[in-house]
């Protein structure tokens, strides 16, 4: 099973950026495609972003399409997301994943502990 920790979440203001970083352990990452999801306070984890496995294609959700860009790194088996003007209501705390959640996905990966983003205004 892969495990996956995140980083690099913290306090920061309306209009900051912040740049996340997902390790993967256990297994190599670069056949899947990968993703963040977030949730908030008292929500459902939402998807928010997400890479193919080359790293060519991107997708992301509606709300942080232009603000939020993912990267990934096959060799160092990481993920990342990169953060830019930031809004409150994307405080939440972020999880790194694989962007598909079939059988084979749900099995192999395992949800990390997140990192938390807050933004204040």
């Known amino acids: 099973q892969v495990q996956l920790v995140e980083s690099g979440g913290g306090l920061v203001r309306a209009g900051g950026s912040l740049r996340l970083s997902c390790a993967a352990s256990?297994?190599?990452?670069?056949?899947?495609?990968m993703g963040w999801y977030r949730q908030a306070p008292g929500k459902e984890r939402e998807f928010v972003a997400g890479?193919?496995?080359?790293?060519?294609?991107?997708y992301y959700a509606d709300s942080v399409k232009g603000r939020f860009t993912i990267s990934r790194d096959n060799a160092k088996n990481t993920v990342s997301l990169q953060m830019n003007s930031l809004k409150p209501e994307d405080t939440a705390i972020y999880y790194c994943?694989?962007?598909?959640?079939?059988?084979?996905?749900?099995?192999?990966?395992?949800w990390g502990q997140g990192t938390q983003v807050t933004v204040s205004s």
């Open positions: 890479i193919s496995w080359s790293g060519k294609s991107t």
């Open positions: 994943n694989s962007a598909l959640r079939g059988q084979e996905a749900v099995k192999a990966f395992a």
């Open positions: 256990g297994r190599t990452v670069s056949t899947y495609s």
